[in-house]
């Protein structure tokens, strides 16, 4: 079958990507196609288009998808269909992505973190009753944090420092836009204005899933119509 998608992630996720977006019929009902990695991450030949580029964030995709295939709390997992391409029907701009905000409470549990994050995992028999893994979210300004979280060795990260319903995060961000420029700069803390986000809870590792920043998409850049 054929699903057209806003989508809302295009992240790195080990030798491939994560792609994510909501359905577009007004129902926000987030679709994860999961591709032939061994993790369901999506290589570069299975989310071309026909001219060989891909999705990009707020672009309106159709996506060829065979069938559901939920994974643990990852409900929103469908298999794609890796014999067909992709195709770009459109692209939204800030005013479809407020039609698309969702309103969680909290993002899945709080009050568990890592040594440089904050809220930014959860217990996996606490994730496994969660009712979703995606969520689209905005808020009114976001801190990126470039810094180093190597132990043995040097390991240059991007945290997305937020509040969000009165609760505090400092998330890894996995958007390989953000990540290519951020990683460049010197440490320090950069500063980004009104922003949606998409905060998914990614892969397991020990007994944590991680909460992550899969896309950040600032509204000045969206209303200058800056598609990089």
Not at 171 to 189: A, I
């Amino acid at each position: 079958m054929i699903r057209t998608l806003v989508c809302l992630a295009n992240s790195r996720k080990l030798s491939g990507r994560c792609v994510a977006g909501i359905v577009y019929d007004g129902q926000k009902k987030w679709i994860r196609p999961v591709g032939s990695g061994q993790h369901g991450e999506v290589s570069q030949d299975e989310r071309q288009y026909e001219d060989g580029s891909e999705p990009r964030v707020l672009d309106v995709v159709s996506v060829p998808l065979l069938r559901p295939q939920p994974h643990s709390f990852q409900r929103e997992n469908w298999l794609l269909d890796p014999d067909s391409r992709w195709e770009k029907v459109g692209r939204v701009g800030w005013g479809e992505l407020l039609e698309l905000e969702q309103f969680p409470r909290t993002l899945w549990t709080n009050g568990y973190d890592t040594y440089h994050g904050s809220n930014d995992r959860v217990p996996v028999e606490q994730a496994d009753t969660a009712a979703d893994s995606l969520n689209l979210i905005r808020v009114d300004r976001v801190t990126l944090l470039v810094a180093d979280e190597g132990y043995e060795y040097p390991k240059r990260v991007v945290r997305a420092q937020f509040r969000y319903e009165g609760h505090d995060y400092a998330l890894r961000v996995t958007d390989p836009q953000y990540e290519q420029v951020y990683l460049t700069r010197p440490f320090g803390v950069y500063g980004l204005g009104e922003s949606f986000m998409t905060v998914s809870l990614g892969e397991t590792y020990y007994d944590f899933a991680y909460k992550l920043v899969a896309a950040i998409i600032e509204r000045a850049k969206v209303e200058a119509g800056d598609t990089s």
